[in-house]
């Protein structure tokens, strides 16, 4: 092993490295887990090493969590459960569910 | 063919057991298309009615809720045709609005330190609000709901790679937004020179 550190803005080196700008566009397919196995391995590895990639990474990362934790906490209206319910009955469903009025 | 009264039972119960814990999902997606209560109360009626009518259809095992995600597309964009009311962006326009957003001059790091100042919650439940279609459903399918980019795209109907485009420009128009309410609450600093150029993400389409 060679005791110079790795930068890993250099040019990519060796087969699927990727560097900032090529880590950066496939930042949120990473964080989406869309990537094939290698891309995720390559990101995942590029982040781990680059220091000015991470906070890209950490900012993106925080920002779909807050989309997902702003909204996945609507629920339904009483209102609508019950209407779906009643519609549901006059076509015929029998549910176990009492509808409250 | 009419069901003897068991196999309505069993039809009626599989459809209550797996069909019927997903409202809350299928009336947040709904109500992402419509932006309006009362509108999405109507499509969860109308998807729950479509559902049930055509559960036999369903393959039991598979996911319901992108089953039901579908099915209330479908009956958004229905609802939509017959009020001759235009509410999804074409195309051309998509790019339009795109292209106002995707080029942020280089301040990615800048817009991204102020954001974390803010407090994201109320100003990103905001931000959803006013996000356009097709930008909107793309976003809530894959953020909120969770779903993949290969589900998005068959609940959507259209290419994974349409979704992809879709579901970017739309967290760029939202970045764009919040960047904006902070500046407005005077969250925001002036943008110094202490902002270096870093590479800014452009995810690739």
């Given at each position: 092993m060679s005791d110079v550190p790795q930068d890993p803005c250099a040019p990519p080196v060796g087969p699927g490295a990727v560097d900032c700008a090529m880590a950066l566009e496939q930042l949120w397919e990473y964080l989406d887990a869309e990537l094939a196995t290698e891309g995720m391995q390559a990101v995942r590895t590029h982040l781990a090493l680059c220091a000015k990639c991470y906070p890209h990474y950490d900012f993106e990362k925080a920002f779909l969590e807050a989309i997902a934790a702003c909204q996945c906490t609507t629920c339904a209206p009483h209102d609508v459960r019950c209407h779906v319910i009643e519609a549901l009955r006059r076509a015929g469903f029998c549910s176990a569910e009492k509808v409250e009025n | 063919m009419a069901l003897t009264p068991a196999e309505q039972r069993e039809y009626d119960s599989s459809f209550e057991s797996e069909?019927?814990?997903w409202l809350d999902d299928v009336y947040r997606f709904a109500l992402s298309l419509t932006r309006n209560e009362a509108d999405a109360d109507d499509i969860v009626q109308e998807t729950y009615l479509r559902a049930y009518r055509s559960w036999h259809t369903f393959e039991r095992g598979s996911d319901a809720r992108r089953w039901l995600f579908t099915i209330c597309r479908n009956a958004f964009l229905r609802t939509r045709e017959r009020a001759r009311h235009q509410v999804e962006l074409e195309d051309g326009d998509v790019e339009a609005v795109a292209s106002q957003v995707s080029?942020?001059?280089?301040s990615a790091s800048s817009d991204e330190r102020l954001l974390t100042r803010l407090d994201l919650g109320p100003a990103l439940s905001q931000a959803l609000g006013q996000l356009a279609e097709p930008f909107r459903s793309a976003v809530t399918l894959?953020?909120?709901?969770?779903?993949?980019y290969e589900a998005a795209a068959e609940i959507l109907g259209v290419p994974i790679g349409t979704v992809r485009s879709r579901l970017f420009r739309g967290r760029r128009l939202l970045q764009q937004m919040l960047t904006e309410y902070a500046r407005d609450a005077g969250i925001a600093t002036p943008i110094t020179a202490e902002v270096a150029p870093d590479a800014t993400p452009h995810p690739h389409r």
């Open positions: - | 069909a019927l814990p080029e942020n001059s280089g894959v953020d909120v709901e969770d779903q993949s």
